[in-house]
C-alpha cells in the first residue's frame, strides 16, 4: 500500500474477533511460565535498510573488469538503461548524456589522498544543469547533496527529486548528486557476499531486537562477529577508504573539478556529520552549508549513538495526542488521553512477544506472521515522517488488536523485502537502490569512531543505559551499538579534531526539529556553538529533518540563504502547513512563487526519505 494519502487498508477477505482470544494465548503460554525463543527473524522496520545489503557489487578499480556483477534491483520510474561503466573516470569532469535531462560523470580522485599518485577512486556523480551555462552571467554553480545513512546514494536523491529541489533553490544552479565511496556506483565497492543468493540469504536472517527474547542481544552480538570477519577477509582495503572525511576531501575534489574554490551544500542527518566535517577540515573553503537534521558530531565520532533517542519518545507522544484531537472518526486509535493510547499500544506489543499474529490473505495470495519486532521497528520507522503515516500508522495498529496482522505488516515494506527474492539475478539492472546496506553503514559508522570493544555484558549495560533516555533503546542498540562490536576494519583517515571555535568563510545553516526522533534539536544547537556565527531554524514540527513536513516558511529560508546569503535571525521558528490527521496545506491567497514553493516541499514531504540509521 502507498503511503501517501489517506488511503486505509481493506484487504478483503474476513477474520474473526481477536481480542480475547489472542490474550487468553498470552495468559495461556505466560501459565506455564514457558519463554518463546526464536533464533532467527527477518528484521523489521524501514531502518532495517541499515542493516539489510540490498546492494553488494564485486570491488572495482578502472577499468570496468569483466566479472562485475549486477545485483537485483527493485522497479522504478527510474529503471531506465544506462551504464555507468562505461564512463571511463577522469580527474577533469567529463559529462554524459543520462536518464534523460541528466547528466552523469565519474570523478577519478585518490584512494588514499596521502598517496595522490597511488590507486584511484571514482566518484560517481549525476548532475541536474543549470539552466544557465557555466561561465555565463547569472550561473550560480553547483550545489552537492548528502541524503544521509551512512550509506545513502546522491545520485539517487537528485534522479529521484532534483526537480523539487531545484524548484525551491532556483534553475540557475547545478544540482549534483554523488555516491561516496562504498555506495552504489561510486568504486571501489565493498564485497563482503560473493554472490548475490549469499547476501540473500544473510539479509533474511536477522537477529531479533535486543529484548525481544532472552537469547536477542547474544544472536545480534555473534552476527556481528560474522560480518566483521567476513568484512576484514573480503574487503578490508577497500572499507579502509571509506570514512567521512575522505568522503570530505571528496567533495573538495569535485567543486574544484568544477572551477569553484568553495562549496554549496545541503546535507540531512548523515549528511549533517559529512557537511561538519568538511567545514572543520575546510573552513576557508565555504560558499553556503546547510546541515538538516543535525547529528551530535563529537557523540557520533566517539561510536557513541547516544545522544539520538532525546525526543523520539516525545514524537510518538505527539502522536498519540494528535489522535486525541482528531477524535475517534478521524483516529481509530482514539482515547480520552494520549497516555491511554500509549498503555493500549504498550499492551499491544508486549503480547506479541509471546504471540505472534499470521495471516493469508487468499485474494493477494499474500501470507506471512508479525512479532513484537517487526511492529516495534515499523512505529519506530514511522515516526521518520508522521505528517506522511502517521495516520496509517493507527489504522494498522487498530487493524491488528482485531487480529489482522496485513495492514502494519504492509507499512513495514515487509513485500518489499519479500519481493527482492523474486527478481531475476541474471538480469542486469540500470539503476542501483539507494541503499548501499550493512557493509558501507558499519563500514563508515564503525570505523570513523572509537574501536567500540562491548561484549554481551557491556551490549546490556548500554542497552539499560539508553533505556532510561527511550523506550526505543532496543531499536537503537540492535542497529548499530551492537553492529559495531563485530567491525574490525579502522578507517586510513580518521577525524581527530575538536569541533569549537571553527570560523568558516561563510557562516553555516542548521535546521532541526522540535521532534526530530533520531537527530533531536539539541543537537542543532550544540553543534551550531562550534561553528562562529552559525544560525539555528527551528522547525515546529515532528519528524526526521525539515522535509519530514510541509513548511512554507523554511522553503522561504532556504531559499534565502541560498540565494542571498540571508540567515535566519537567532531564534526563529518555523510553522508548518502540514499535519498527521488534518488536511492537505491550502494554497489559496498564495502567490504564483509561493504556490511552486508549497508544492516542491509538498513533493519532498511525501517522497524524500531519509536513508540509513539517522
Request: glycine share 8%; net charge neutral.
Amino acid at each position: 500500500m502507498s503511503e501517501k494519502g489517506d488511503a486505509t487498508f481493506n484487504p478483503g477477505f474476513g477474520r474473526e474477533p481477536f481480542q480475547v482470544q489472542h490474550e487468553a494465548q498470552v495468559n495461556k503460554v505466560l501459565s506455564l511460565d514457558s519463554v518463546r525463543t526464536r533464533r532467527f527473524r527477518r528484521f523489521s522496520s524501514i531502518t532495517a535498510l541499515c542493516l539489510i545489503l540490498w546492494v553488494t557489487l564485486r570491488t572495482v578499480v578502472h577499468p570496468r573488469p569483466k566479472d562485475l556483477q549486477y545485483p537485483c534491483t527493485r522497479p522504478g520510474k527510474l529503471n531506465k538503461k544506462f551504464d555507468w561503466f562505461e564512463i571511463r573516470p577522469s580527474e577533469t569532469l567529463k559529462w554524459h548524456g543520462c536518464y534523460e535531462k541528466y547528466q552523469c560523470a565519474r570523478l577519478s580522485v585518490p584512494l588514499d589522498y596521502s598517496q595522490p599518485d597511488g590507486e584511484k577512486a571514482a566518484v560517481a556523480m549525476v548532475k541536474l544543469p543549470s539552466k544557465i551555462p557555466p561561465g555565463d552571467d547569472g550561473y550560480r554553480g553547483p550545489i552537492l547533496f548528502n541524503p544521509g545513512g551512512p550509506g545513502g546514494s546522491g545520485v539517487s536523491t537528485i534522479l529521484a527529486r532534483g526537480e523539487s529541489f531545484r524548484a525551491i533553490i532556483g534553475d540557475d544552479y547545478d544540482f549534483i548528486g554523488f555516491d561516496p565511496r562504498g555506495v552504489n556506483f561510486t568504486t571501489p565497492s565493498l564485497d563482503i557476499f560473493k554472490t548475490e543468493v549469499e547476501q540473500k540469504a544473510w539479509a533474511m536472517d536477522r537477529p531479533l531486537f535486543v529484548n525481544a527474547t532472552v537469547d536477542a542481544l547474544g544472536l545480534a552480538y555473534s552476527q556481528a562477529q560474522v560480518l566483521g570477519q567476513l568484512a576484514k577477509d573480503r574487503t578490508q582495503h577497500s572499507a579502509e577508504h571509506v570514512s567521512t572525511p575522505v568522503v570530505a576531501r571528496d567533495m573538495l575534489s569535485i567543486i574544484k573539478a568544477h572551477g569553484q574554490d568553495k562549496l554549496q551544500y545541503w546535507g540531512f542527518s548523515y549528511g549533517t556529520v559529512l557537511g561538519a566535517t568538511y567545514a572543520a577540515m575546510f573552513p576557508d573553503n565555504v560558499e553556503r552549508l546547510i546541515i538538516d537534521g543535525v547529528v551530535d558530531s563529537e557523540n557520533y565520532y566517539g561510536t557513541l549513538w547516544s545522544n539520538n533517542l532525546r525526543d523520539i519518545d516525545g514524537t510518538l507522544l505527539n502522536l498519540y495526542d494528535e489522535c486525541v484531537a482528531a477524535g475517534p472518526d478521524a483516529c481509530p486509535l482514539y482515547e480520552k488521553s494520549p497516555l491511554l493510547i500509549k498503555a493500549r499500544v504498550d499492551k499491544l506489543l508486549n503480547g506479541l512477544k509471546i504471540a505472534p499474529v499470521s495471516f493469508y490473505n487468499s485474494t493477494s495470495g499474500l501470507y506471512d506472521f508479525i512479532d513484537f519486532s517487526v511492529v516495534k521497528g515499523t512505529v519506530f520507522s514511522s515516526m521518520y515522517r508522521t505528517h506522511l503515516v502517521g495516520k496509517n500508522l493507527t489504522i494498522a495498529l487498530a487493524e491488528l488488536e482485531k487480529g489482522n496482522a496485513e495492514p502494519i505488516w504492509t507499512l513495514g515494506q515487509m513485500k518489499a523485502k519479500k519481493d527482492a527474492l523474486n527478481c531475476d539475478c541474471s538480469a542486469k539492472p540500470e539503476f542501483l537502490p539507494s541503499s548501499a546496506g550493512a557493509a558501507t553503514t558499519l563500514a563508515i559508522a564503525c570505523s570513523d569512531g572509537d574501536n567500540v570493544k562491548d561484549d554481551i555484558p557491556a551490549l546490556q549495560a548500554y542497552f539499560e543505559d539508553l533505556a532510561k533516555t527511550s523506550s526505543f533503546a532496543d531499536v537503537w542498540t540492535t542497529i548499530i551499538r551492537a553492529g559495531c562490536t563485530g567491525w574490525k576494519i579502522r578507517a586510513k583517515e580518521r577525524f581527530n579534531k575538536p569541533f569549537s571555535n571553527i570560523t568558516t568563510s561563510f557562516p553555516l545553516l542548521l535546521i532541526g526539529n522540535t521532534l526530530d526522533p533520531v537527530t533531536p534539536l539539541w543537537n542543532a544547537h550544540k553543534m551550531s556553538k562550534a561553528f562562529e556565527d552559525s544560525v539555528v531554524l527551528t522547525q515546529n514540527s515532528p519528524g526526521h529533518c525539515s522535509l519530514s513536513a510541509t513548511s512554507l516558511c523554511t522553503a522561504k529560508h532556504i531559499r534565502n540563504y541560498f540565494r542571498n546569503g540571508t540567515l535566519p535571525e537567532k531564534g526563529a521558528v518555523c510553522e508548518v502547513e502540514s499535519s498527521i490527521f488534518g488536511r492537505p496545506p491550502s494554497f489559496n491567497a498564495l502567490s504564483a512563487e509561493d504556490q511552486e514553493l508549497m508544492k516542491a516541499m509538498m513533493d519532498l514531504q511525501e517522497n524524500f526519505m531519509v536513508p540509513g540509521i539517522i
